[in-house]
């Protein structure tokens, strides 16, 4: 355990004996850090939060604030951070609101300088958000996505995975998995084809999800007959499946968000 002697550590934190914390930094009571990770100058690790391994946090991060949120009346409550992720300057991660919740960051993301993720929200695993990316509370961005500079996410917002949202959008419905989405507001322009491409779906699969994407946002259809023209052109594969899954969950919400 490495921890510079102007750092304030509460001695009912729980800190991994490798932990690095830098000068000026603030851990309170009740935070558990995991080996082999690294807390920057003049971050406040604040209680509620739990992280887990090999996660590096830098200059003047916060993490664990109290929610944005009326509701919150100084409840026991959580911010989750998992293995591996970077967490750069000036982010903001807020626990949940509601006795017992979370909110909860995944595997091996990176969120840059200036992010927020408000109360509620869930991060998946191998997630970017580019610097200035603000996630209003309970949105769900699910695994590899990528979230571009200066974007705005509503809150109940659900991005799928394998996404690319522009920068500078504006996102207020969710957005289904392996869309490339851009626009204030945000609508999706193609499928994320480098994204899935990397991300192991044949080159049948890619050409079915073109199918699916002209079906649903190039054609007069409406989604119920979109979904049915989807299902006679393409295979039956995962992504498929997933997609058409997603879609017909939006409908359980309000204002285009299932979460809502």
């Given amino acids: ?11 009912e934190a729980e800190v991994a004996q490798d932990v690095i914390i830098h000068p000026y930094t603030i851990v309170e009571a009740g ?19 739990r992280m887990g391994r090999n996660n590096r946090v830098t200059v003047g991060a916060v993490l664990g ?5 009326l509701k919150f009346k100084g409840e026991e409550s959580y911010l989750d ?3 591996g992720n970077l967490i750069r300057e000036y982010v903001t991660l807020h626990r949940a609101t509601g006795e017992g919740n979370s909110t909860v960051i995944g595997n091996e993301s990176m969120l840059m300088a200036y992010c927020h993720v408000g109360h509620n929200c869930s991060i998946g695993s191998n997630v970017m958000l580019a610097n200035c ?4 509370g309970h949105v769900v961005i699910e695994d590899f996505s990528v979230i571009g500079g200066l974007v705005g996410i509503h809150q109940f917002v659900r991005v799928g995975t394998m996404c690319m949202i522009a920068a500078g959008s504006g996102v207020r419905i969710d957005v289904p998995h392996y869309m490339l989405v851009e626009g204030r507001p945000a609508r999706p322009r193609n499928i994320n084809v480098v994204g899935v491409r990397r991300h192991g779906v044949s080159k ?3 050409e079915d999800l073109r199918r699916a994407f002209k079906a649903l946002y190039r054609s007069e259809l409406n989604t119920s ?5 989807i299902r006679a052109q393409t295979q039956p594969t ?7 899954e997603f879609l017909e969950n939006i409908p359980k919400g309000e204002r285009g968000r299932q979460l809502d």
């Fill in 204 to 206: 049948e699969g890619i």
């Fill in 31 to 49: 935070v558990r850090i995991g080996d082999g990770c690294e807390i920057g100058p003049n971050a406040v690790i604040r209680t509620g939060t």
């Fill in 133 to 136: 990316v603000q996630c209003g």
């Fill in 238 to 244: 995962a992504e498929i499946e997933n997609l058409i």
């Fill in 1 to 11: 355990m490495s921890i510079h002697p102007t750092a304030v550590i509460h001695p």
């Fill in 81 to 83: 951070v998992g293995d």
């Fill in 225 to 229: 007959d979109a979904i049915e023209r």
């Fill in 65 to 69: 604030e109290h929610p944005q949120d």
